[in-house]
């Protein structure tokens, strides 16, 4: 760490932070104000019209308070947990863990078909996949409804939750997957050769051989996903939150209140609720990188 | 596990993967497309309707226009960013690192929508294409910084110092012989600020009014959430140019240096 700072180009200290300088004033702007300004918005009643929108009044805590009080953000909260849950730690966790076990054992060709299917499913634009997902859901000749003959069953009305987390889990595998692979090919094969010989069967040898190896792995992929999923936008892109909030995660829930029910203030106070989560994962993965030098 | 089990796996997870894919190959030469897989009649009828649409091309041509700009500031200031920051010990560069690593989790594009909005109303950028490429530049370049400082605290100094020895000024090391040598780490920073820009929603949805300034992945959007009947023909013609770039994207780089984890991290 020490040895790489060695300015060998001999810039000197003022060219480099010249050099950074355009990086940092773009992240300030960016970032930085608008994560700081959500503390002060979220302590008036702005509005995007109306009497609000020329003159908003501080408002202290009442934003949070209503919050707290309404059922509409506690069920949302809810619907967000069980994505979280559903989706990320056990849909691409179990998922990707079970791609990356499986397709070391089979020939190349399947290896890349399945592979390829997996990554594209994560780098396609959301609206593409978006819109697949409707129509391969839809009630209206989908093609689920065709394979399971289970005619005229509109998923994304009838199990809005169930369906979004099935596409998130569809959407994001990859990156486990992708992780889990690189994990695995860290795991010594002798030790797993000598597991088998004893009479381990494949369930004892991931728990004695292959898990110690990859704890921490399995924690960073936990909680980047879930970082990610819970900022994910795509539930609004299938479902626009509905019907009648049922598949309203915190995301989908502060575009409708904030930019499309024009209630400025008050979105901004969940913004930050949702800017508090991040941290606390986020301080989380950092002490792990820490740990792991 | 027997041979049977994986693969019955195998052919699980490829179903699963592949059957909601299918669509964007058969219905674009469908000439008509259902939601449903039909075996199609190899029609091109689909993208001559395409080519009559006036916001699909121009959507194209937007998302082309948002993700070159935005590709191009982020890895041009997270390469000198990085480059300064690896090398050269400025006053508050570890919390400067910390600082970025931690706001590139915590700030996110959802979690941020509200006060970014904002943000440009004040500043009368919004429905402005320069607006978004700023706000998306602003959100990458942390992550690509952090990817780029590794990759460059990872290559030898031995040739800068040379080239000192050799009476180089400082910004000629710079462009004739670091640039050379980070090259393969610039590529993957601007193959992933393509990639994240091409499929942008939000960004563009919260910040665009104007349906001629729409990007792609905002007008698709409004393509299938109109009200009334879905036009899949024009659908589906649309997903299958929008989605092309992309895919020759992933076939290029899976060719040429393989789909392994190098920091290839998306946001």
Sequence with gaps: MTVTSVDAAGLGRRRAMGLVTPALLLVTAFLVVPAVWTVYLGMTDYRLTGIQAANPQFVGLDNYRAALADPDFRNSLWLTLLFVLGSAVVGQTVAGFALAWTLRGVPRLVRGVVETLVLLAWILPSSIVAFLWVAYLSGDGGTLNALLHTTGTDWLLEHPMASIIVFNTWRGTAFSMLLFSAALGAVPPSQLESARLAGAGTFAQLRDVVLPHIRGHVLTNTLLISLWTFNDFSPYLLTAGGPNHASETLPVFIYNKALYGGQLGYGSAISFIMLVINLVIALFYVRLLRERR | ?267
């Design chain 2, 1 to 267: 596990m027997g041979r049977l089990a994986i693969t019955a796996f195998v052919a699980a997870a490829i179903a699963f993967w592949a059957l909601p894919m299918l669509w964007l190959v058969t219905a674009p030469f469908n000439s008509h497309p259902g939601l449903d897989v039909s075996w199609p009649d190899w029609t091109l009828e689909n993208f001559r309707k395409l080519s009559e649409n006036p916001y699909a091309f121009s959507s194209l041509k937007n998302s082309v226009y948002l993700a070159v700009g935005t590709m191009l500031g982020v890895t041009v200031m997270a390469a000198l960013a990085a480059y300064s920051l690896s090398r050269v010990r400025i006053p508050g560069r570890n919390t400067i690192l910390y600082g970025l690593l931690l706001l590139s989790s915590i700030v996110t594009g959802t979690a941020a929508m509200v006060p970014i909005f904002q943000l440009m109303f004040a500043l009368n950028l919004v429905d402005d294409r320069s607006g978004v490429i700023l706000v998306l530049t602003g959100g990458l370049l942390p992550a690509a910084i952090f990817i780029l400082k590794d990759f460059m605290d990872a290559t030898p100094k031995s040739y800068e110092e040379s080239a000192r020895v050799f009476g180089a000024t400082p910004l000629q090391v710079l462009r004739h012989v670091v640039l050379p040598i980070v090259r393969p780490g610039l590529a993957t920073i601007a193959v992933w600020a393509l990639v994240n820009v091409w499929s942008d929603f939000l960004t563009s949805y919260i910040l665009l009014r104007d349906p001629t300034k729409l990007p792609a992945g905002v007008v698709m959007y409004t393509f299938y959430s109109e009200g009334g009947q879905a036009n899949l023909p024009l659908i589906s013609a649309f997903s299958l140019v929008y989605a092309l770039p992309v895919v020759a994207l992933y076939l290029f780089v899976n060719r040429r240096y393989g789909f392994r984890f190098h920091g290839g991290i998306k946001s």
